[in-house]
């Protein structure tokens, strides 16, 4: 049912809509969460199409005529028009959660789950009074500044690993092509083990400083791995921008590194979690087999139960790494957005036919937008204001050819200039774009008028006054003689209802309560 659901449109080019996502049906059939990242997903991709666009003419233009690429003011423009776009796209990636949040229905949680992994003292809760488990704050801040001291020496570990096939790929340079390629290609292979090693240290770590709430768990191994994969993927740039400060070096570095890494990713990403789940199942049939005999065959329960659960932290880390590649040394290569243009194109394909194919149908957790993926986006966007002005100013010849005989002071003095005037224009697109459309602001704002005028209406129901009975006919009925228990009874009920009716205003014979709503 999930294939004809949603495997018809995700996983086949229908009449070459590559950006098309039935996003809605995505969210009936695997909620919220997963649906966000498939709309992030897209929405990134889409974005990516102005600047892959741009680039490549940039990158043309640069072989026709030679005396581009060396105008400093090119370079300039272009880091530009980069950080500008970069926070135009987070900017409308708000819009877009906000627009699918209110067409979904969804609702923030004020309140995480509690972990049942969490440990603490059973101790009175200073809100509610009630017995809960407690733990010491200045333990988990101890915890973490341990935790802190561990990831410091596991970039340790990333940048010995770094200079090892720097100074490797040094001496094959001028090997020919294919020898010259081998370090890049031992390196993409040594930052996805490494990560995977670091990936099994940052669950420990984060179990460890037990968090209260899957909330906070969820935001501490997020952070650990964007910093560390951050780290991991881009050091050896950090290394050949600002220390060697080779800008040509860079650029081939950076294109390698980018066709490596998206070759290397899809490749480990579908084909080893294929083949990994090809020979679990040869195990279990042949294991089946020798109990029960050669004719047992596995059923379609048993192989569903034999793959992954699906999650897409894994998905969000690869795009967060990626976005950083293209923003963070746009200066010294422009085509960097036309290669994750490419690269999204199959990604999305992919990372479907891994959700419908590959891995156990998800539990549907609810979501509002991509959670703490947002804020990596926008640091990542920050820091590239300082990567590209320092490319410009210290790797690259821009500000000799300007400033000639420019001494090192007056380059710091640029440097301090040029990243204050980039985070000037940052601050300056996220106060001019709303966080949520007009639009959606509009239709928000329609919903609560209607439920205001329901409930409203409601309660002038509920306090209008109790209507006078009808009159009474000319010829009334015989009346019975009352007692003396009768008169006092109804002159109670009387005395009830008086004191019970709301108060009515004199004046206008209208109800207090209703004049005051």
């Not at 003419?57 to 005396?67: G, R």
């Not at 899957?214 to 191994?221: G, I, T």
């Amino acid at each position: 049912m999930l294939r004809s659901l949603v495997g018809s449109e995700m996983c086949i080019r229908d009449r070459g809509k590559w950006f098309h996502q039935p996003i809605d049906q995505i969210k009936d059939a695997f909620g919220q969460e997963i649906a966000f990242y498939f709309a992030f997903l897209g929405h990134y991709t889409t974005w990516l199409v102005l600047p892959a666009i741009v680039g490549s003419l940039l990158f043309l233009l640069q072989l026709v005529v030679p005396e581009v690429s060396q105008s400093p003011w090119v370079t300039v423009v272009s880091c530009l028009c980069t950080i500008l776009w970069a926070q135009s796209f987070i900017e409308s990636l708000k819009g877009m959660q906000a627009r699918h949040a209110f067409n979904w229905g969804a609702v923030k949680d004020t309140f995480s789950a509690e972990r049942q992994e969490f440990v603490g003292r059973m101790q009175p809760c200073p809100i509610t009074g009630k017995m809960r488990l407690q733990y010491p704050t200045w333990k988990r801040r101890c915890k973490q500044a341990v935790t802190a001291l561990l990831t410091v020496a596991s970039l340790g570990v990333v940048g010995g690993t770094m200079f090892f096939f720097l100074e490797l790929h040094g001496k094959l340079s001028h090997s020919g092509f294919l020898m010259s390629q081998l370090p890049t290609v031992g390196y993409a292979v040594s930052v996805k083990v490494l990560s995977f090693l670091y990936r099994v240290l940052a669950d420990w770590c984060v179990n460890w400083e037990n968090h209260r709430t899957y909330k906070d768990h969820k935001n501490a191994l997020i952070l650990k791995l964007v910093f560390f994969e951050l780290f991991n993927n881009n050091c050896s740039l950090f290394h050949i921008a600002f220390v060697v400060q080779d800008m040509d070096l860079l650029r081939q570095y950076l294109l390698s590194l980018l066709v490596t890494f998206q070759v290397v990713f899809q490749l480990l990403e579908v084909l080893v979690p294929s083949y990994l789940n090809q020979l679990s199942l040869e195990k279990k049939l042949k294991q089946a087999q020798e109990k029960y005999g050669h004719d047992t065959e596995l059923s379609k329960e048993e192989v569903a139960l034999n793959k992954e659960l699906y999650s897409t932290f894994d998905d969000y880390l690869e795009m967060v790494v990626q976005f950083g590649h293209v923003t963070l040394f746009v200066a010294a290569f422009p085509l960097s957005p036309l290669c994750a243009l490419v690269n999204n194109l199959t990604e999305m394909r992919t990372d479907a036919f891994k959700l419908l194919s590959h891995c156990k149908r998800p539990i549907p957790e609810s979501a509002v937008d991509i959670g703490a993926w947002q804020t990596a986006v926008q640091a990542i966007a920050v820091v590239a204001v300082f990567t590209n002005v320092g490319t410009i100013v210290f790797t690259s010849s821009a500000v000799e050819e300007v400033y000639p005989g420019i001494e090192s002071s007056g380059k710091i003095v640029l440097f301090l200039v040029g990243e204050q005037l980039l985070l000037s224009c940052l601050w300056l697109v996220e106060v001019l774009v709303d966080d949520i459309p007009e639009d959606v602001q509009n239709r928000i704002l329609a919903k609560e008028f209607r439920r205001e005028q329901t409930l409203l209406t409601e309660s002038t129901k509920q306090l209008s006054p109790v209507k006078s009975a009808p009159a009474a006919s000319q010829h009334p009925a015989p009346t019975q003689p009352k007692v003396a228990g009768d008169t006092d009874r109804s002159r109670q009920q009387v005395h009830q209802r008086r004191s019970s009716s709301p108060p009515v205003n004199e004046d206008s014979g209208t109800c207090k309560a209703c004049v005051l709503m």
